[in-house]
RNA sequence: GGCGAGUUGGCGGAGUGGUUACGCAGCGGAUUGCAAAUCCGUGUACAGGAGUUCGAUUCUCCUACUCGCCUCCA
């Protein structure tokens, strides 16, 4: 079997991956909150654990792998597009209005994510649907001493637990040091952090034993991890921007409250944009639907995704794009002539080193130059660049080209006994600046779209 | 300021204590009316310094630089 490796978070070291059940392989990750369409960096992650779903799936069997991805949907920027929603006419309460929100929102996610060839988790739970299990939790931690209620406020207790920091590698003095912690008058210490908030008459609220209100960021995770995974789990997931405090505060909370959580923690590195970590709050991000809008299709996306290792920063250039397309071009169509098989042993190898969906790619390369069809095939699947059908977008001639290659042919045939190839050679510039590729041989005349390909131009030959 | 990650040939990007990927571009050749596509050939690069070692790009330390987190963020 296949030893899958994978770099810890927690050790900072790469260690030989062993589940808790082989039977049942448990594997958490932080998915989008649901205010807006997802940026593209919002699909890293989501690509980068696809990549290990199926290759967990793989490994133990389709049914021995359990994967969970939520939803949060409680949010104060849902909030606010509600509420002006509400204020520019809208029908509806509104609570209806923030549901409505959620909704649109995650079907967006949907609706790009699976073009990007990821797979749904077997679970996606929505934050709101579990709001009990976290009143539960939140009362836990109060009884045992490691929360405290204060002016409709549910606080955990950050120095009474010891290990605290350890996933970030930073201790408690170090974070007041750097002074940029939250002081509030409801808290006994600024370091600690919200459990439950008490929500006005505009914010959506839950009653609880501390009022009506609503939970803090952190303890969906923990709940609803509790839920579905149970106490123990194997791998938790999720962008390296979420370490601290996200990640940290849900060890302090699950730990606290008896629960053994995460074994292995994986973190991806950031997308970048000119250098710089795409972001809302730094406004030089795009999304999904915008490249697939400019006809980027979803494969190309991906393949420039799993083109640099999940643990380094990723530069989103043209360059790559164009790239990719060239390469997935030339690949799906040697994929074509093959059947279904399995992956070969030395791509499983290099993907199971912690993901070096790098490596594989390389891999794929010398597959593809050595013209071995099935195994290329079969590692374009394990990678999500294929399912049994070769994309549309490769495979669909979107545009019949018989006439022109007739033209082209027949002007050639004329030329090669005139030995006067100017108009040959005209025809031939405009095809080619329409993006078409254009091949003569003793064979015939035969064109093929590139990824530039323009029908419009071609009118410029009528 | 604290903590963390990183710095590989023209570009992208893996990896390794000694034989040094892979892709793109480039160059030379075959092929072609000319091209394109294809095929063949071609490049010892690992931020700087010190140390460990028979030997370091790979391990250790220091320096420089880049990026991220410390505030909502994937």
Redesign the pocket.
């Known amino acids: 079997m296949t030893t899958i490796r994978l770099?810890n978070?927690k050790t900072?070291k790469r260690e030989d991956f062993t589940p808790i059940d082989p039977k049942n392989v448990r594997i958490y990750v932080?998915?989008?909150?649901v205010?807006d369409r997802?940026?593209?960096?919002?699909?890293?992650?989501?690509i980068v654990f696809d990549v290990l779903y199926r290759l967990l799936r793989h490994v133990y069997g389709q049914d021995h792998v359990t994967y969970v991805r939520n939803f949060?949907d409680v949010?104060?920027?849902i909030n606010e597009t509600a509420l002006k929603r509400q204020l520019a006419g809208a029908t509806g309460t509104l609570e209806e209005l923030i549901a409505s929100r959620a909704h649109e929102t995650i079907e967006w996610y949907h609706a790009d994510m699976d073009v990007l060839g990821a797979l749904r988790p077997n679970h996606e739970p929505r934050a709101t649907a579990y709001v009990p299990q976290m009143v539960a939790m939140i009362e836990g931690l109060i009884a045992r001493g490691f929360a405290y209620a204060n002016q409709g406020h549910v606080l955990f207790r950050v120095r009474e637990y010891a290990d605290y920091?350890k996933l970030?590698?930073?201790?408690v003095?170090?974070?007041i040091?750097?002074?940029?912690?939250?002081v509030a008058p409801y808290k006994e210490d600024p370091l600690d952090?919200v459990l439950w908030k008490p929500s006005d008459a505009e914010t959506p609220g839950w009653d609880s034993p501390w009022g009506r209100g609503r939970p803090g960021?952190h303890i969906e995770c923990s709940a609803m991890a509790h839920e579905l995974l149970g106490p123990h789990f194997d791998i938790h997931?999720?962008?390296?921007?979420?370490?601290?405090?996200?990640h940290e505060n849900e060890i302090a909370q699950s730990c606290c409250a008896g629960d053994k959580f995460a074994n292995v923690w994986l973190?991806?590195?950031?997308?970048?944009v000119e250098?710089?970590?795409?972001?809302?709050?730094?406004g030089n991000?795009f999304t999904v639907r915008d490249l697939l809008e400019q006809d980027v299709p979803g494969e190309v996306i991906r393949f420039v995704m799993l083109?640099?290792?999940?643990?380094?920063?990723?530069?989103w250039?043209q360059?790559?794009r164009a790239?990719a397309e060239?390469?997935l071009r030339?690949w799906y169509a040697l994929a074509a002539t093959a059947e279904d098989g399995a992956p070969d042993s030395q791509l499983l190898a290099?993907l199971a080193?912690?993901l070096?969906?790098?490596?594989a790619?390389?891999?794929?390369?010398?597959l593809?130059?050595a013209?071995e069809a099935e195994h290329l095939r079969a590692g374009l699947q394990i990678l999500g660049l294929m399912d049994e059908l070769i994309p549309l977008w490769v495979a669909q001639a979107a545009f019949d080209l018989t006439d022109y290659e007739a033209f082209l042919s027949d002007a050639?045939v004329t030329?090669?006994e005139s030995?006067d190839?100017?108009h040959?050679?005209r025809i031939?510039t405009m095809l080619?600046r329409a993006g078409l590729?254009?091949?003569?041989?003793?064979d015939g005349?035969?064109l093929t779209p590139t990824a530039e390909f323009d029908a419009d131009k071609l009118e410029a030959l009528e």
């Open positions: 770099h978070t900072r932080c998915g989008p909150t205010y997802a940026h593209l960096g919002n699909a890293r992650p989501v949060t949010d104060d920027r920091g970030s590698g930073r201790s003095d170090d974070m040091a750097g002074a940029r912690v939250e952090f960021w997931g999720g962008g390296n921007d979420l370490m601290f405090p996200h973190h991806n590195e950031m997308l970048q250098g710089k970590k795409m972001s809302k709050s730094l991000f083109s640099t290792h999940y643990r380094k920063p990723m530069d250039t360059t790559k790239e060239r390469t030339k290099v080193d912690d070096n969906t790098a490596g790619i390389a891999h794929l390369h010398k593809a130059s013209g050639r030329a090669m030995k190839f100017t040959v050679d031939k080619t590729q254009v091949q003569m041989s003793k005349v035969v």
